[in-house]
């Protein structure tokens, strides 16, 4: 059975870090993106971050760039996603997500609907 277990969120104050953890088990998905989304209460779902596994290159939402980092470490299956310089409007669960095998255009992975496998979230709260 492929599992994804997000965690690693708690409440933090704003200008803080965090550093979130998927574990990826069952099986591992070589040449496929993953990606970080999230949801805060009463908003769609939005993209965060994605990576390809294979090659470790990094996309980012225009919210979260230059303070978030998404890595991976392939020995132990595990997506990570580091948050610096955290604000408020971070506040949110946080879903890692098993991406497709290819894309046409980067644009392409801000698109919750071509992840197919998702974690359960773990919750991340700002305060000011």
């Known amino acids: 059975q492929v599992q994804l277990v997000e965690s690693g969120g708690g409440l933090v104050q704003a200008g803080t870090s965090l550093r979130l953890s998927c574990a990826v088990s069952?099986?591992?998905?070589?040449?496929?993106?993953m990606g970080w989304f999230r949801q805060a209460p009463g908003k769609e779902r939005e993209f965060v971050a994605a990576i390809r596994w294979r090659s470790g290159r990094g996309l980012y939402a225009d919210s979260v760039k230059d303070r978030f980092t998404i890595s991976k470490d392939n020995a132990e299956n595990t997506l990570y996603l580091q948050m610096n310089s955290l604000k408020p409007e971070d506040t949110a669960v946080y879903y890692c997500a098993k991406g497709p095998l290819l894309v046409v255009s980067d644009s392409a992975l801000w698109r919750p609907n071509l992840y197919d496998v998702w974690g359960q979230g773990t919750q991340v709260t700002v305060s000011s």
């Open positions: 069952g099986r591992t998905w070589s040449s496929h993106y």
